[in-house]
């Protein structure tokens, strides 16, 4: 079946389908991206950050001003603003950093479930528009002729708008999860490195602290 037959074919949901489905492919190049930069960046970034920390902080932390396209680097500058806070305070910036990366970490996940949940029903919308112009013409008397026959090609094209709203609502389906699981990855990821962020903070603030005593 040829790309116009197949418009033809699947009648005026096609179109609505056709748009769920580049706005779909642009979603998942953008989260593709997104994901893959942080895959290949954040772990090297922290990590000698964490490191460099414990030696020079002050060096450390301008050299992680220049990561701030990372949502670890976002989240330790935001609780690294603060002008010597207490280690409690210290956990409440990191965590509320943290809480505020989460809408871009899950950024157009409810458009991947609209979608999700619309496509199919978009495709059964188109059937049963198609059976009921394929079934309308139909009379008691054409049983059997020519014209049925007709009738009977036609409803097999009727359904082939259920066939793309369930393509559509499987690619969908396979790349939310898949952001879905990268997602939970990173929430444990951010866990870990603010932890081990408090636990050099501590160690930093103990050492201000005695200087200070001094």
């Known amino acids: 079946m040829g790309i116009s037959k197949l418009f033809t074919s699947g009648g005026v949901v096609i179109w609505p389908l056709l748009a769920a489905s580049i706005l779909v492919v642009t979603l998942i190049l953008e989260r593709g991206w997104f994901w893959w930069q942080i895959?290949?960046?954040q772990e090297?970034?922290?990590?000698?950050f964490l490191v460099d920390y414990g030696k020079q902080p002050k060096a450390a932390i301008e050299t992680l001003r220049q990561q701030q396209s990372l949502p670890m680097g976002r989240i330790f500058l935001a609780a690294l603003s603060l002008e010597q806070a207490t280690p409690e305070?210290?956990?409440?910036?990191?965590?509320?950093a943290a809480q505020a990366e989460i809408p871009l970490l899950k950024r157009f996940s409810t458009v991947f479930?609209?979608?999700?949940?619309l496509a199919p029903l978009l495709g059964l919308l188109g059937t049963i528009l198609g059976l009921i112009s394929a079934l309308s013409s139909v009379q008691i008397g054409d049983v059997g002729t020519a014209r049925a026959s007709g009738v009977t090609a036609g409803i097999g094209e009727a359904l082939v708008s259920t066939a793309l709203g369930l393509v559509v609502a499987m690619v969908t389906?396979?790349?939310a999860n898949v952001?879905?699981?990268?997602?939970?990855r990173q929430r444990a990821a951010i866990a870990d490195y603010?932890?081990?962020l408090e636990?050099?903070?501590?160690?930093y603030y103990r050492q201000f602290v005695s200087r200070q005593g001094r």
């Open 113 to 117: 479930e609209t979608v999700v949940g």
């Open 194 to 196: 603010g932890g081990r």
């Open 199 to 203: 636990i050099a903070y501590r160690q």
């Open 39 to 41: 895959s290949q960046h």
């Open 179 to 184: 952001f879905q699981g990268l997602y939970r």
């Open 44 to 48: 090297r970034v922290v990590n000698g």
């Open 89 to 96: 305070e210290f956990k409440l910036a990191l965590e509320s």
């Open 173 to 175: 389906l396979l790349f």
